[in-house]
């Protein structure tokens, strides 16, 4: 009998699982990129299934203050993979589709309830599947150069992995209604203006935005941005009373992480007079707990 060829190659190819995503810690913020520039960072399932390891890996580090969602190349995601996504898995049955549905939706749920605080970095096309992380993360900022489409009715299908929740969550009824029902993309500064990111720089000027906006969270109390982030998003859905009463708990729940951050921050404004709360963040390095 013949000996074995060895089939492992020795360099990774391109398009290799854990390449798919590209990720680095900078100044506190976990610069984090969809990797697949030469597919328009379209998402399949070895890049989802990726995005969850590097989010895991993220998580809970101490140097990692905020996270960045990026794209590399002229693409932040073309949405889902058409190709490895939909006709692939379809082609392998139904278990295999819930299988990338649950890869994906799980780490859009993920990122949706991240410990720390998430940005989207819209470099340039954002597609269909991609509304999932957009709304994911907390904060959105675009390259006015970015194109946002629901392309979903160009291809045939409805906005589906949450891409109509969102739509009808960010946009006016009539604005969701047009963008779902024609396909017409947008740039980045119609997204500012519709509401679907909170603001578009020059692509040339986006990162160091970003960055800026990274440094004044990195600059707050985590247990209180993780307390609010949160509370932002449950209240949305709640009656007034709940949200009052929940908002109740979910402070006390806080304290119970950090009760010598409020009171240090109490202390520095009445009895140190050293900020004003309305005009900045105070000395967390003064606290005698860190
Ligand atoms: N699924 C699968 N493959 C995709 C893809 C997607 N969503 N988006 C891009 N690609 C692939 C293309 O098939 C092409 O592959 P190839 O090099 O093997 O031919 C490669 O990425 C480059 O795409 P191309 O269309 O040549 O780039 P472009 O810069 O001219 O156009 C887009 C960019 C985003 C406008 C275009 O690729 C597009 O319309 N993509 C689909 C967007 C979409 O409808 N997404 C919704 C999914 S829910």
């Given at each position: 009998?013949?000996?074995k060829?060895?089939?492992?190659?020795?360099?990774?190819a391109?398009?290799?699982?854990?390449?798919?995503v590209?990720?680095?810690?900078?100044?506190?913020?976990?610069?984090?990129?969809?990797?697949?520039?030469?597919?328009?960072n379209?998402?399949s399932?070895?890049?989802?299934?990726?995005m969850m390891?590097?989010?895991?890996?993220?998580?809970?580090?101490?140097?990692?203050?905020?996270?960045?969602l990026?794209?590399?190349?002229?693409?932040?995601?073309?949405g889902m993979?058409?190709?490895?996504?939909?006709?692939?898995?379809e082609?392998?049955?139904?278990?295999?589709?819930?299988?990338?549905?649950r890869e994906?939706?799980?780490?859009?749920?993920r990122?949706?309830?991240?410990?720390?605080?998430t940005?989207?970095?819209?470099?340039g096309w954002?597609?269909?599947?991609?509304?999932?992380?957009?709304?994911?993360?907390d904060?959105a900022?675009?390259?006015?150069?970015?194109?946002?489409?629901?392309?979903?009715?160009?291809?045939?299908?409805?906005?589906?992995?949450?891409?109509s929740?969102?739509?009808?969550?960010?946009?006016s009824f009539?604005?969701?209604?047009?963008?779902?029902m024609?396909?017409?993309?947008?740039?980045g500064?119609?997204?500012?203006?519709?509401?679907?990111v909170n603001?578009?720089v020059?692509?040339?000027?986006?990162?160091?935005?970003?960055?800026?906006?990274a440094?004044?969270l990195?600059?707050?109390?985590?247990?209180?941005?993780?307390a609010?982030?949160?509370?932002?998003?449950?209240v949305?859905e709640?009656?007034y009373?709940?949200?009052?009463?929940?908002?109740?708990?979910a402070?006390?729940?806080?304290n119970?992480?950090?009760?010598?951050?409020?009171k240090?921050?109490?202390?520095?404004?009445?009895?140190?007079?050293?900020?004003?709360?309305g005009?900045?963040?105070?000395?967390a390095?003064?606290?005698?707990?860190?």
């Amino acid at each position: 009998m013949p000996a074995k060829k060895a089939t492992k190659p020795a360099v990774a190819a391109p398009d290799a699982e854990k390449d798919t995503v590209a990720y680095e810690v900078r100044g506190r913020i976990a610069w984090v990129k969809f990797n697949r520039p030469d597919k328009r960072n379209c998402m399949s399932p070895a890049l989802n299934r990726q995005m969850m390891r590097v989010l895991d890996a993220l998580e809970y580090r101490d140097d990692v203050g905020v996270l960045v969602l990026g794209g590399e190349g002229s693409a932040w995601s073309a949405g889902m993979d058409l190709k490895e996504y939909f006709r692939e898995t379809e082609a392998a049955g139904l278990g295999a589709v819930r299988q990338s549905q649950r890869e994906s939706y799980g780490w859009f749920r993920r990122l949706r309830w991240y410990q720390k605080p998430t940005i989207a970095m819209v470099n340039g096309w954002c597609f269909g599947g991609g509304y999932g992380p957009l709304f994911a993360c907390d904060l959105a900022f675009a390259a006015e150069e970015a194109k946002f489409g629901l392309s979903e009715i160009n291809w045939g299908i409805l906005p589906g992995g949450g891409a109509s929740k969102i739509a009808a969550e960010l946009l006016s009824f009539r604005r969701a209604m047009y963008h779902a029902m024609t396909g017409e993309m947008i740039d980045g500064r119609t997204a500012a203006e519709w509401g679907l990111v909170n603001e578009a720089v020059p692509l040339a000027k986006l990162e160091a935005r970003v960055a800026e906006v990274a440094a004044m969270l990195l600059e707050k109390n985590p247990v209180a941005l993780k307390a609010t982030k949160d509370a932002i998003r449950r209240v949305r859905e709640m009656t007034y009373d709940n949200a009052e009463d929940y908002l109740v708990r979910a402070q006390e729940a806080a304290n119970s992480f950090d009760n010598d951050g409020r009171k240090e921050g109490i202390r520095q404004f009445i009895d140190e007079k050293s900020y004003k709360p309305g005009l900045g963040a105070y000395d967390a390095s003064k606290r005698s707990s860190g």
